[in-house]
T-cell receptor, first 118, second 112 residues
Framework: EAGVAQSPRYKIIEKRQSVAFWCNPI?????LYWYQQILGQGPKLLIQ????????DSQLPKDRFSAERLKGVDSTLKIQPAKLEDSAVYLC????????????????FGPGTRLTVL | DAKTTQPNSMESNEEEPVHLPCNHS???????IHWYRQLPSQGPEYVIH???SNVNNRMASLAIAEDRKSSTLILHRATLRDAAVYYC?????????????FGKGTKLTVNP
């Protein structure tokens, strides 16, 4: 079974530029998550989709970050304009359930995209 | 706003058992205890989860205290490939959905 795919793996941009990350979840997984992981910290949830609807985006800085999940499959996360503090690894994860997060649901993570903002 | 407390780091020797502790004194009756680990340069991966009873799987065992305020992840024979950051996580309910909230975890070093 193929895992969660993300691209690109690495990205270097200058501040105020824009950047986009792509995620392809495990086939059949209804729920998709984007996390931000700053060096030395655990992942922080940015946004959670159930199919193509947003379940939780309370931690997403909406003035500069946006995300979409068209047709309930692939997803893109965009930052525009980027700031120095956005330097981090952006992780995508997916889980099977169609009922949103369940207490026993397992999340499967992709390898992440390492963003460096100069 | 992580609800768990873990040591920042631990060391073990290869082929010896490892006991990774976690305190979660504010756990509620319906909270599951999850463990994920993150190997270097990879995304986190699921290890094990439990509610009240001890749990075993091919990767590890989870021992849960009777009052559920603490738990221990047990790796029976550590290998060099087990060197990772281990996260002990409780789910939280926010905005009508449940989600994982990661803390900083425990960095496990395995010595050959």
């Amino acid at each position: 079974e193929a895992g969660v795919a993300q691209s690109p793996r690495y990205k270097i941009i200058e501040k105020r530029q824009s950047v986009a990350f792509w995620c392809n979840p495990i086939s059949g997984h209804a729920t998709l998550y984007w996390y931000q992981q700053i060096l030395g910290q655990g992942p922080k949830l940015l946004i959670q989709f159930q199919n193509n609807g947003v379940v939780d985006d309370s931690q997403l800085p909406k003035d500069r970050f946006s995300a979409e999940r068209l047709k309930g499959v692939d997803s893109t996360l965009k930052i525009q304009p980027a700031k120095l503090e956005d330097s981090a690894v952006y992780l995508c994860a997916s889980s099977l359930t169609g009922q949103g997060w369940q207490s026993t649901d397992t999340q499967y993570f992709g390898p992440g995209t390492r963003l460096t903002v100069l | 706003d992580a609800k768990t407390t873990q040591p920042n780091s631990m060391e073990s020797n290869e082929e010896e058992p490892v006991h990774l502790p976690c305190n979660h004194s504010t756990i509620s009756g319906t909270d599951y205890i999850h463990w994920y680990r993150q190997l270097p340069s990879q995304g986190p991966e699921y290890v094990i989860h439990g509610l009240t009873s001890n749990v075993n799987n091919r990767m590890a065992s989870l021992a849960i205290a009777e009052d559920r305020k603490s738990s221990t992840l047990i790796l029976h024979r550590a290998t060099l490939r087990d060197a990772a950051v281990y996260y002990c996580i409780l789910t939280i309910t926010q905005g009508g959905s449940e989600k994982l909230v990661f803390g900083k975890g425990t960095k496990l070093t395995v010595n050959p």
